[in-house]
């Protein structure tokens, strides 16, 4: 049997071993026969309800004989060996198809069933089947266990000593949890040979003290590494005191984590030598490796089961009491503490590392991802998720290898830790505009802050940046909102801070008249309270303590910050006025910060009499982009997760046999009549104004009469294929009223497009209201983006534009109305009518659905969209459809 599915993907089981999943072939029958064959007598009767031996041998002449119409399947590996494999049988009714499950006796109990199961059933979707049956006897507790924990809707019926079970297909948020829980466990699991090794071996630690393995080793060693060490070269006998072996077969005891430095035509066949001892951890700092070497490192990796950080990366490091691993080639050991650190770039990392050392803030564990061939942030997130040492998480990752898990994964890790990331890659050079507006919008830059966004990570945009929020985010409560309070002992440097704070999206309100009132009796004459308060050079270290405790407890502003220059009144009297902010006894209910433009370094954190640290920034810029990062954690923190809401309406299958239909014979894909555009919107319900199609002149003009009737008026729209921009070669007429003005106009048409012109669109006139543009671009890498913004003729001018990866939940959907500048036009601007909130809520929901629902949509374009206080409505859309294999992005397996 052979099935339409992936040729080989490899996932990994419950306690991290990673295993080959892939279609069955003829030459699979021998293995398949003796998976069977070597099962207990027990195991087989469980399986087959009897102990005949003839019905494994029809098994396996099922599962790996020729293709036949209804019927699927798939084997599982690991080390040549089949251990397992997964069949389904349509049955009358095309929907439903019976499963059946065989695992080998010494692989139960690691998650074989389960995982063969889930990418059955993504290969059964994608065919039609909506539901597995399955009977098994009630005592076969193991495989009832195995349904009943897909986290799919299962009905059983029990029938004496047997129980028919019925496996729902669809998926839901309950089954992604289950899967996203599998997965997490699974990745955890595998990355502990890495992260908490007992034993290392650096495999090209040369005699020469500049190698880069050497270095490594040396910080390996003085780094304290809790486990073994170990060296392998071919003739030295001790390297950097570490004793060495000619292979890493000779070694005493095998390794969890090998070390790789060696030339890259090297690589893969230390790699082959690694897995062959039984190395789970493979470190690969080794660069410059070609697409063959590259592969063949990878595919060493897979078969023997292990994984890969790198290769080209700068190592990896753990400070747990219990591994104090640094195998890294950095200046400096990191210091422990509670920072996650992942970086896609060596230099990077670097620098973060350095960063973070000069603020004092600890690592509790850093990895150089490099070429990122294996171990992703996706991991490192799920890592630090459950480690109990990480406390915060800063990333640097130039691509994703699976967005939509990531996204999924941050959104998750980031209700308990704050997750920063400096968003590397936003020119434009990353992306070609096509041809419609849609995809014109979906820059990179959109792209990635709206999976940013979304998932609730903070996205700076510079190295500095990012370390300044952390700092913040390290020592400091969140902000309970934007309202700042700006102290200072200098007008000007006041002002400075407080133009900061609002070009960072922050305010600084006017302060209430008993607090303004309470400060100006703790402050010298001549201070002002409006907001900023100016505590003029005359304020000593006392006061200024007093008037920040007033406006910490008060509670009239969200934040306070103190900027401080240097002045000679300060200097006479010996007072120290960073202590006013540094020497409060109790800890701040408020995040506090301190600006001092003296400062020689970009920010610091300085020690507070409560067993605290306040951040003080060189210039007031960063110290309020660092307060505006904290303000916008703590709003996506106030604010429910959101959820995808159930539509009705909808036609899936209608509009997947559309979709079938037009791309039959359309190998590059296409544009969309306008006939197919309507039946496919429909599918979905998504409201279109009429319209009607008419190829000659005379059918134009029956055809406005019927849509306007008597004195009404009407739009003309030329067609042709591929024709996207109508406006642009005016092939569009307005405004039309009675018959010999629809005469012209099309006569016009004809004259100027000729044979190109394969028909009209004549529209009725729409009444008048907000003009909007939504649409949807496929990004091969993040999936479905949904846009909004302003429509018509101003979209490319002010590319006024707002962008949410789908599916949309009802949150996300509301942010992405409120989004583009225009948005208070639909609020009811000047006194004009509200715009429909709801409907336009809903028509998002809904393309967005019709997105996920179909990869084959390359774009869609509804511009203009019409929206008014009674609905909303499209008058023009474009569709672009492209053929695609559809994948599921929540699908366990490794990159």
């Not at 564990?365 to 490192?380: H, I």
């Not at 639909?826 to 659905?849: N, Y």
Request: glycine content about 10%; aromatic content about 4%.
């Amino acid at each position: 049997m052979t099935t339409t599915g992936p040729a080989c993907v490899h996932a990994l089981l419950a306690d991290g071993t990673t295993i080959r999943i892939r279609c069955p072939v003829t030459g699979d029958r021998a293995a398949v026969r003796r998976l069977y064959e070597e099962m207990s007598d027990e195991n087989l009767r469980l399986r087959f309800f009897s102990l005949s031996r003839s019905s494994a041998r029809q098994a396996a002449e099922r599962v790996a004989g020729p293709p036949r119409p209804g019927c699927g399947a798939l084997v599982a590996e690991h080390g040549g060996r089949l251990i397992g494999v997964a069949e389904y049988e349509a049955g009358p009714d095309q929907g439903t198809a019976e499963v059946a499950l065989a695992v080998a006796d010494d692989w139960h109990h690691r998650g074989v069933a389960t995982l063969l199961l889930e990418h059955l059933a993504d290969i059964a979707r994608r065919a039609g089947i909506t539901a597995f049956t399955a009977d098994a006897l009630a005592e076969n507790v193991e495989v009832l266990r195995v349904f009943r924990d897909l986290g799919l809707r299962i009905r059983r019926r029990f029938d004496g000593p047997e129980v028919h079970c019925v496996v729902e297909l669809t998926e839901d948020e309950t089954y992604v949890r289950a899967v996203d829980t599998r997965d997490r466990l699974a990745a955890i699991a595998s990355l502990k040979p890495l992260l908490r090794p007992r034993a290392v071996v650096v495999i090209g630690a040369g005699r020469s003290p500049g190698s880069v393995g050497r270095a490594i080793l040396r910080n390996i060693v003085t780094g304290s590494f809790a486990g073994r060490v170990f060296v392998v070269h071919p003739s030295a006998g001790v390297i950097a005191g570490v004793r060495a072996c000619p292979s890493v077969a000779a070694l005493p005891q095998v390794p969890d984590l090998a070390v790789v430095a060696v030339p890259a035509a090297a690589v893969a066949r230390v790699a082959e030598e690694c897995g062959a001892a039984g190395v789970r951890g493979l470190l690969v700092v080794s660069s410059g490796l070609d697409a063959r070497q590259g592969a063949a490192l990878l595919d060493a990796c897979r078969r023997h089961d292990m994984r890969l950080v790198g290769p080209n990366c700068l190592g990896l490091a753990n400070t747990e009491d219990a591994v104090r691993l640094d195998a890294t080639f950095a200046a400096r050991h990191p210091g422990p503490g509670t920072a996650g650190v992942a970086v896609q770039s060596g230099g990077v990392g670097i620098a973060l590392l350095d960063g973070l050392a000069r603020l004092g803030i600890g690592v509790s564990s850093f990895v150089s991802l490099g070429d990122k061939y294996d171990v992703s942030g996706n991991d490192m997130l799920r890592w630090w998720e459950a480690d109990g040492h990480t406390g915060l998480v800063l990333l640097h990752l130039e691509s994703f290898g699976n967005p939509r898990a990531f996204s999924r994964t941050a959104r998750r890790v980031a209700r308990t830790l704050p997750v920063l990331t400096v968003d590397a890659g936003r020119s434009e050079a990353g992306r070609r505009a096509a041809a419609s507006h849609t995809a014109a919008a979906a820059t990179p830059t959109m792209t990635r802050q709206a999976l940013f966004t979304q998932a609730g990570v903070t996205a700076t945009r510079t190295i500095g940046e990012l370390l300044d929020a952390a700092a913040l985010m390290h020592c400091q409560p969140l902000p309970a909102g934007p309202k700042v309070a700006v102290v200072s002992n200098a007008g000007g440097a006041g002002v400075l801070a407080a133009d900061a704070c609002a070009e960072a999206g922050l305010s600084v309100p006017v302060l209430p008249a008993d607090l303004v009132h309470g400060l100006t009796s703790l402050l010298p004459e001549g201070a002002t309270a409006a907001n900023p308060v100016d505590a003029t050079a005359a304020v000593g270290e006392d006061r200024l303590r007093a008037c920040v405790e007033l406006l910490v407890q008060y509670g009239a502003v969200d934040a306070v910050l103190v900027t401080l220059v240097p002045t000679a009144v300060a200097a006479a009297t010996g007072e120290d006025l960073v202590r006013a902010v540094t020497g409060i006894p109790r800890p701040q209910l408020r995040p506090t910060v301190v600006v001092l433009p003296a400062q020689a370094a970009r920010v610091e954190l300085l020690g507070t009499e409560a067993d605290g640290r306040v951040p003080a920034y060189g210039d007031a810029q960063d110290a309020a982009r660092a307060l505006a990062h904290a303000a916008t954690r703590a709003r996506w923190l106030a604010e429910p997760p959101g959820s995808v809401p159930r539509l009705t309406g909808v036609d899936t299958a209608r509009a997947r046999r559309i979709v079938t239909r037009f791309l039959d014979g359309r190998s590059e894909g296409a544009w969309l009549d306008p006939h197919t555009v309507s039946d496919l919107l429909g599918c979905y319900a998504v409201p279109q104004i009429p319209w009607a199609w008419a190829r000659g002149e005379d059918e134009a003009v029956a055809a406005a009469e019927r849509l306007a009737g008597p004195g009404g008026r009407v739009v003309m729209k030329a067609y042709w294929p591929g024709l996207v921009h109508k406006s642009e070669q005016h092939a569009l007429h307005l405004g039309l009223q009675g018959a010999d003005q629809v005469r012209e106009a099309h006569r016009d048409l004809v004259a100027r497009f000729g044979d190109r012109l394969t028909g009209v669109v004549l529209q009725p006139l729409a009444e008048r209201g907000t003009e909007l543009f939504a649409g949807v671009v496929q990004d091969e890498v993040f999936g479905p983006l949904v846009l909004f913004g302003l429509g018509g003729t101003a979209t490319d001018v002010l590319a006024d534009h707002a962008g949410r990866l789908a599916p949309l939940t009802d949150r996300t959907a509301r942010e992405l109305l409120t989004a583009p500048r225009c948005s208070p036009l639909l609020f009811g601007h000047a006194g004009a009518p509200a715009a429909d909130l709801d409907a336009l809520e809903q028509l998002l929901h809904r393309i967005s659905r019709m997105a996920c629902d179909l990869p084959q949509l390359a774009e869609a374009d509804l511009n203009p969209l019409l929206a008014g206080p009674d609905g909303v409505m499209a008058l023009d859309v474009r569709v672009r459809l492209e053929p695609r294999r559809p994948c599921d992005p929540y699908l366990r397996r490794l990159r």
